[in-house]
């Protein structure tokens, strides 16, 4: 299976998640935890994104944010790059700390409300706390007004659908995040890979992604090398030059599986696992 369209759209919210490599934690230590929340203070002053709730697990960590300028994946980049750097300076280390690309799902405001709930529970889920309250690194604690707001973190939205009064409005919502516990995940009915949202939503970024797409589809196909190119002799004789081949030409250069196996002179399951593998 393709890896899904990136559709970034003004004002859109995502949440995010990304895991360690191979299931590594990526937070050693609480000073990591710190570093991490500080460039992502760094970074949504440059994005201007407006981060609604998160959470840092030992292996992952989950955001839920709003792209006022549809840059996602600058931010990602910036993000996960700059953490990477700093990780690895801080423990002597080098190469990947992160698997393969972030995972985004776009969501429909209606739901925002319930994934804040839900992010923010990861702890009691995975049995790292018993006591919500106790876990300081997620945004639960300043939501409920337990500790200061971060610079960078928006509180307002979230507290703004329990009332008007501050201490009232904070009261609610540690009501609400615990009467989630036990609930099932919101990510449950999350269709194509990367929408949440109504029916209605559903369909109208359907539409939106079906148009990305062909644009995409279309780029590739007026600047992409002929097969034959991509698949000389002394590529398909190597087998982790072809496989790196098979990649690009399915990934980067849109051509089918059926194409690709006749021009890399192999059976079509064997491209179908090179890809998948990849992913």
């Known amino acids: 299976m393709a890896r899904p369209i990136r559709l970034e759209i003004p004002d859109a919210i995502y949440h995010v998640t990304t895991r360690g490599n191979g299931g590594e934690d990526i937070f050693i230590d609480d000073q990591d935890r710190k570093s991490f929340l500080t460039v992502l203070g760094e970074v949504v002053s440059r994005t201007s ?14 955001l839920l944010i709003e792209t006022p300028h549809a840059n996602l994946s600058r931010g990602m980049r910036q993000l996960n790059g700059v953490y990477t750097q700093r990780f690895n300076s801080q423990h002597g280390s080098g190469g990947r700390v992160f698997q393969g690309r972030f995972k985004a799902v776009m969501v429909e405001r209606s739901s925002l409300l319930e994934l804040c709930r839900y992010i923010v529970l990861n702890p009691l889920r995975l049995k790292a706390v018993k006591n919500i309250s106790r876990y300081k690194w997620s945004s639960y604690r300043a939501t409920a007004g337990e500790v200061q707001v971060p610079a960078w973190l928006n509180t307002g939205w979230t507290l703004d659908h329990f009332g008007r009064s501050s201490n009232a409005a904070q009261r609610k919502y540690a009501e609400f995040v615990e009467a989630g516990i036990g609930l099932p995940s919101p990510l449950a009915k999350v269709k194509s890979q990367i929408l949440l949202g109504s029916a209605a939503f559903v369909k109208k970024m359907k539409q939106r992604l079906l148009s990305s797409a062909d644009k995409k589809y279309e780029k590739k196909k007026i600047r992409r090398p002929n097969l034959n190119s991509l698949f000389p002799v002394k590529v398909r004789n190597v087998k982790p030059l072809r496989n790196e081949a098979i990649r690009c030409a399915y990934l980067e250069y849109g051509y089918t599986m059926a194409e690709i196996a006749d021009a890399a002179q192999i059976h079509f399951s064997t491209v ?5 593998m990849g992913e």
């Open 49 to 62: 994104w407006i981060v609604h709730a998160y959470v840092l697990m030992d292996n992952h960590y989950h």
């Open 272 to 276: 179908s696992k090179v890809i998948k």
